[in-house]
């Protein structure tokens, strides 16, 4: 069982464990199950097989995600999100991983609403919370996003606003039948997200800054991977996406492909991107 370093950690995963110290061939990716994450991994592990890697995924809480990397249980993760929406995680683990640095620039996190909903700010919810019946929908406890949601509501003196937990999936099934109903509804959400793809959305200002401002998804590897795997450190280390790369996949594995095959479409169209990240490591 992954041991986490605090309560507060909530990882509860169980984990085999990384085989890559002793086969040299296998490397284990630690992931979150966010529509993002999901793309960013599946690549990755496309490209690492093609370079004759076995890639095992295993996906876990976001604080779990973190600790298995710190633990050397997982090899790395493409999740981290930096500064601010993980910066808890990072902070008590920063002595214990390497964090390689970002592979999705210009990602942001905050609450958005349906276009035609008449709120444009977080502010506005302190006289207008009942047109979403005082609900900001949520997704999982103890995600980054939920601790920066917590803090809006206590900085924006948002006491009648409930934050419902839930997930990615509940969250934006929750989207889907307010807007198919036509009623209005708040949710937390980030860029990249394949829902900006699909629906007219808007993020709701945040004059307080309590979300942050802009934001990376950065690579995060157990401290001896360059050691002991140098080739796949090299990749990692060259492994980026632009959001619009990340949304459009995200979008197609929402409408029902595999991400596997979207991963593997993704590598062999994007040939030259792939030869830039392999480069040094071959």
Not at 108 to 124: E, F, L, N, R
Not at 212 to 224: I, K, M, P, Q, S
Request: hydrophobic fraction near 45%; aromatic fraction near 8%.
């Amino acid at each position: 069982m992954i041991r986490v370093l605090t309560a507060a950690l909530l990882a509860t995963a169980a984990y085999a464990g990384p085989a890559s110290a002793q086969s040299g061939g296998t490397v284990d990716l630690a992931y979150v199950e966010w529509s993002d994450a999901v793309v960013a991994t599946n690549i990755l592990k496309a490209v690492l097989e093609q370079e004759g890697y076995t890639v095992n995924l295993t996906p876990l809480p976001a604080a779990a995600m973190w600790q298995a990397v710190a633990t050397g249980e997982a090899d790395a993760m493409v999740a981290a999100w930096l500064p601010v929406t993980h910066a808890a995680y990072y902070e008590e683990l920063k002595d214990q991983v390497e964090l390689i640095g970002p592979n999705v620039e210009g990602a942001k996190i905050g609450w958005a609403v349906p276009a035609y909903t008449d709120i444009a700010s977080v502010a506005d919810l302190k006289e207008k919370g009942g047109l979403v019946d005082n609900q900001v929908i949520g997704i999982d406890p103890g995600a980054g996003l939920m601790q920066a949601s917590e803090k809006a509501i206590e900085e924006y003196d948002l006491s009648s606003i409930k934050l419902v937990e839930g997930s990615d999936a509940t969250m934006t099934a929750a989207l889907k039948d307010a807007i198919d109903r036509k009623e209005d509804i708040v949710v937390t959400t980030w860029t990249p997200h394949w829902m900006f793809g699909r629906w007219d959305l808007k993020y709701l200002e945040d004059p307080m800054g309590a979300f942050g401002g802009e934001e990376t998804v950065n690579t995060v590897a157990r401290l001896d991977l360059a050691e002991d795997m140098p080739e796949v450190h090299a990749i990692l280390k060259n492994f980026k996406l632009s959001l619009e790369e990340e949304q459009k996949v995200m979008l197609e594995n929402e409408e029902g492909a595999d991400p596997a095959t979207t991963a593997k479409a993704w590598v062999e169209a994007n040939a030259d991107t792939v030869s830039q990240w392999t480069a040094a490591s071959q």
